[in-house]
């Protein structure tokens, strides 16, 4: 939620804030009020205007607030990423942007007096007012009001769709464009140049006289030249290596050539075991079948070996775009089915978890629960290995073999196959099955079969048992949405004092990280370092500063909190998961981990003949001791649920289901207090009772009138306590009149007892009083207070020694026992 600057951090690796340069300036220190001056008389910019094109999509995939801001360059001029962007600078203007035709034109008015940060740049070793200085730049709103503040600050200076052009190669040196300067009178002096170290800003700059009020410096001549028109053009630049690298118009070889050239030197897992392919070799390979493609005008073929280019990586993130060819192909080639899905379990055992009715492997009598041992003569488990899943390639071995057990049953109408199988408590049996037309049992173990269809990114309600539930089904699309939705969930979940709240990450396929974790955990939370391949070194670079999630400025705390992950969790999705996987006491569930998918590929993406598109990663993150974080691992869950057979043939969500009992197994559960509570004397008692609750309004549980009517019959209470608050212990019993609660007391005898210790009757302050119906009642109540962390026992039993009638109703011998399970957060 770091507004544009960070979402690109992963997403397109356009950080506002870049690494810290150790520059000693030339200058003075910076004042953060212009000098005041008469406005100049002679003509200056009042009003500027532009436009720009863009290739890559990114911002309508996930801003839908769109402007242009004047952007105080004061942070390149420190080299400070850091720095916050204050909001007194920031000067916004309109933009009207064309998604369609990937085209923007804005408008922006110059304030008359800006409110930057000024600095003396001149290098002449005195102190001047000195001068402010911005760049124009595309400054979408995420969250919140409209300038970057708060959770939605903006750090360092504007590298993308920005008036000025950076070098990524080089910390985002700003190397082009052109600058919006604002001088407090004529005596002040500006670079004119880049000077002999080609930096801005540098001791070793030329330097000449700047007018007073506003210029326009264009650096991309030499020497810089400033006009003062009062209606400027200026263009936003769309950075080189994020833009689109369009191939479509070349021929099949040049293209494949161009593209294999750059992912060779650039792909983001090169030098990483098991990761790369064998470029000699897979060129070797698949160039004589781009040519013969493109000899033959044959788009199948030349799809067809983009396809095994792709299945040559070990990385989810390669992916191949053969748009409706190629979606033909892959329906045709899994057109078929044997009327049966199987899941392999924990211990090996593949188990059939669906059978269609009707189908194939019905009509030879194979039921749900079937082990299935053997395909085609071979042991299933060793079949299977052999299968290209349409879904490579997949970054872990887990995940791909998960989809060679869907793909292994995936086969062209009418082809034929041995199955041995044994149903539950039958014999093994062999028989031929011939594959028809259906995709139902395909489609019964896709990582997305339980997904919900959501209409909006975040949806959330109460389970029934109280717990928060919080679904994230996507972060793309609308992004400040998104925060929004989350947000609003946490804000409901915390005022109703819930028991715990449930975040569930498992279908969400990724799109730009936004930190959420922020709202629940008050520290920073370290995450990946961006690195790219380096054309100046030869080697992946860091880019930027570590990436963090940030404590927003609204905290919500809840005393149980689960995150629920699985396979389908892809991408920023497993960013996401990780930030909230840190939040102290974050307990995560799952079968699997996430999918450990993660890399940034925005750079990587391409555009080829026959309207086919292609993407390659070429960014990596990377932990401090050098690893690489999330690829090919994901999100590990620390409470997993067992692939068995109970769990595999259920028709609830076991996930789910383990994550809510995770919830309501309390803090402080199994931990024997350190000592009792505090007993509260009768007097202290009876003050208390003004502001204290009683045991049955804190706990989980209701019961009706009828239920208390009932004898030899136990009632237990849960009482969560996050932190220790002073509660009263009470029992009471009503009758009709005095004589009959006399006569009924008499027939009870009433027994309290504290983590196994008995408390005296005489403890309790007793209370004698008229009920609102007209009945005469007894009550005792004793105060509790100091609570120690742990578990706590109270129990009060009301043994009835002889049958007895309050007047309304008869009441048996026998027992009623009220448990009070209180748990204190150690």
Same mark, same amino acid.
């Given at each position: ?30 004042? =953060? ?33 769109h ?5 105080? +360059? ?8 850091? *720095? ?72 360092g200076?504007?590298?993308y ?77 769309e ?10 118009? #070349? ?57 095994d ?24 080639? =899994? ?52 299968v290209?899943? *349409?879904?490579m390639?997949?970054?872990?071995? *887990? ?8 793909? #292994? ?13 044994v ?11 011939k ?23 975040? =949806? ?75 054309e ?10 570590r ?36 939040v102290?006491? +974050? ?58 057979e109970?769990?595999v ?39 208390a ?75 309790? #302050? ?38 007895l ?22």
């Amino acid at each position: 939620m770091k507004r544009l600057s960070q979402l690109f951090g992963f997403v397109a690796a356009l950080s506002l804030a870049l690494a810290a340069c150790n520059f000693k300036l030339p200058f003075a220190a910076p004042t =953060t009020e212009p000098v005041a001056t008469a406005a100049p008389a002679v003509e200056q910019p009042v009003k500027i205007s532009g436009s720009f094109d863009y290739t890559n999509s990114i911002i309508t995939d996930y801003y839908v607030e769109h402007a242009v801001a004047l952007v105080d +360059m004061y942070g390149f001029v420190t080299r400070d990423r850091e *720095w916050e962007i204050p909001i007194a600078s920031q000067t916004l203007g309109f933009l009207n942007l064309d998604a369609e035709a990937m085209h923007g034109e804005y408008t922006l008015q110059l304030p008359a007096k800006p409110s930057g940060m000024q600095a003396d740049v001149d290098n002449d070793g005195q102190t001047d007012a000195g001068v402010q200085f911005f760049a124009v730049s595309y400054w979408p709103n995420l969250t919140g009001g409209p300038y970057s503040e708060g959770d939605d600050r903006s750090r360092g200076w504007p590298t993308y769709l920005a008036s000025v052009i950076t070098d990524t190669e080089n910390e985002d040196e700003v190397i082009g464009g052109k600058l919006v300067v604002w001088a407090p009178d004529d005596k002040q002096q500006f670079p004119t140049g880049f000077g002999a170290d080609g930096m801005l800003f540098t001791a070793d700059d030329p330097v000449g006289a700047i007018p007073a009020g506003y210029s326009i410096v264009d650096l991309d001549s030499d020497p810089f030249t400033v006009s003062r028109e009062p209606e400027p053009q200026l263009t936003l630049y769309e950075p080189q290596d994020v833009a689109l690298k369009d191939f479509s118009a #070349l021929s099949y070889s040049e293209a494949f050539d161009k593209m294999f050239a750059i992912v060779r030197k650039e792909y983001a897992f090169n030098g990483i075991a098991g990761k790369q392919p064998d470029w000699d070799a897979l060129y070797a390979e698949l160039k004589p079948r781009i040519q013969q493609a493109e000899q033959d005008k044959n788009a199948t073929a030349y799809f067809l070996a983009l396809r095994d280019y792709t299945w040559a990586f070990k990385d989810g993130h390669v992916g191949l775009d053969g748009g409706e060819m190629g979606y033909n192909m892959f329906i045709e080639a =899994t057109k078929g089915g044997y009327g049966f899905a199987m899941r392999e379990l924990d211990d090996g055992r593949f188990i059939v978890v669906f059978v269609l009715d009707n189908g194939p492997a019905a009509r030879a009598g194979m039921t749900v629960g079937a082990e299935v041992t053997e395909f085609n003569g071979e042991p299933v488990g060793q079949a299977l290995e052999v299968v290209k899943p *349409w879904s490579m390639p997949h970054s872990t071995d *887990w995940s791909l073999r998960y989809q060679q057990a869907r793909y #292994l049953l995936r086969v062209k109408p009418g082809t034929e196959a041995a199955v041995t199988f044994v149903n539950p408590a039958g014999e093994p049996q062999t028989t031929t099955l011939k594959a028809i037309a259906e995709r139902d049992s395909f489609n019964a173990t896709s990582v997305y079969a339980n997904a919900p269809e959501d209409l909006l990114p975040v =949806t959330y309600e109460y389970l029934d048992s109280g717990v928060g539930y919080i679904r994230i089904s996507s972060n793309y699309d609308d992004l400040g949405l998104i925060i929004k939705l989350f947000e609003r969930a946490l804000k409901t979940f915390e005022a109703a004092e819930v028991p715990g709240i449930i975040i569930d990450m498992r279908y969400n396929s990724g799109g730009a990280p936004l930190g959420l974790a922020g709202f629940l955990y008050d520290g920073e939370i370290p995450m990946g370092q961006l690195e790219y391949y380096s054309e100046k070194t030869g080697k992946f670079e860091p880019e930027g500063l570590r990436d963090k999630v940030l404590p927003n400025e609204n905290q919500y705390r809840f005393d149980k909190m689960v995150l629920l992950v699985g396979q389908a969790c892809y991408s920023a999705c497993e960013i996401e998961s990780y930030g909230f996987s840190q939040v102290p006491d +974050m307990i995560v569930v799952g079968q699997y981990p996430t999918g450990g998918v993660e890399a940034e590929v925005a750079r990587g993406q391409f555009s080829l003949p026959e309207g086919m598109s292609l993407q390659i990663p070429t960014g990596r993150f990377s932990l401090p001791d050098g690893s690489i974080f999330l690829e090919g691992v994901g999100v590990v869950p620390t409470l997993r649920v067992p692939i068995d057979e109970a769990t595999v043939l259920s028709a609830e969500d076991e996930v789910l289901k383990a994550g809510e009992r995770a919830v309501l197994q309390p803090l402080g559960a199994g931990i024997v207090p350190s000592a009792l509570p505090t007993l509260l004397s009768q007097g202290q008692t009876q003050s208390a009772l003004n502001s204290a609750k009683m045991f049955e309004e804190k706990a989980r549980e209701e019961y009706e009138t009828a239920d208390y009517l009932e004898v030899d019959r136990t009632f237990p209470f849960t009482i969560v306590l996050s932190s220790s608050e002073t509660l009263i212990w009470a029992w009471g019993w009503c009758a009709a009149d005095q004589a009959r609660l006399d006569d009924n007391l008499g027939k009870m005898a009433v027994a309290f007892t504290l983590n196994g210790q008995d408390i005296p009757k005489k403890q309790f #302050l007793k209370l004698d009083y008229d009920s609102s119906d007209g009945q005469r009642c007894t009550a005792y109540l004793l105060g509790l207070k100091d609570w120690k962390g742990g578990e706590n026992h109270a129990v009060t039993t009301a043994n009835f020694v002889e049958a007895l009638n309050d007047g309304v109703n008869d009441f048996p011998v026998g027992y009623q026992t009220f448990e009070y399970t209180v748990y204190v957060k150690p």
